[in-house]
Nanobody, 118 residues
Framework: QVQLVESGGGFVQSGGSLQLSCAAS????????MGWYRQAPGKQREMVAT???????KYADFAKGRFTISRNNAKVTVNLQMDSLEPEDTAVYYC????????????WGQGTQVTVSS
């Protein structure tokens, strides 16, 4: 079983910064993509940023230029540095560990709240 533990959410004013961290434990396997997703009230969960085990990074358009994802394969951790935060970034942020080749699996953290005030 895999467990993802997130930290770093909180309350910040518009224009501020936050860093989210996530640590995976258990049988994490290999060739898994780690990333961050978010879900705002009344909206579907959406991808924020992902990074493969080989280091390929993908950002959502709204995250480009403001958010930076980083990963440590040895420690199986993933961080998300968020700068220039806007009220529209308010959401619950979820860490993910997903493998898209056989055997496929998806694990999610419990979520951490990020609130940005105007």
């Amino acid at each position: 079983q895999v467990q993802l533990v997130e930290s770093g959410g909180g309350f910040v004013q518009s224009g501020g910064s936050l860093q989210l961290s996530c640590a995976a434990s258990g049988s994490t396997g290999s060739a898994a993509t780690m990333g961050w997703y978010r879900q705002a009230p009344g909206k579907q969960r959406e991808m924020v940023a992902t990074v493969t085990s080989g280091g390929t990074i993908k950002y959502a358009d709204f995250a480009k230029g403001r958010f930076t994802i980083s990963r440590n394969n040895a420690k199986v951790t993933v961080n998300l540095q968020m700068d220039s935060l806007e009220p529209e970034d308010t959401a619950v942020y979820y860490c993910s560990l997903r493998r898209f080749v056989t055997p496929t699996y998806s694990y999610w953290g419990q979520g951490t709240q990020v609130t940005v005030s105007s």
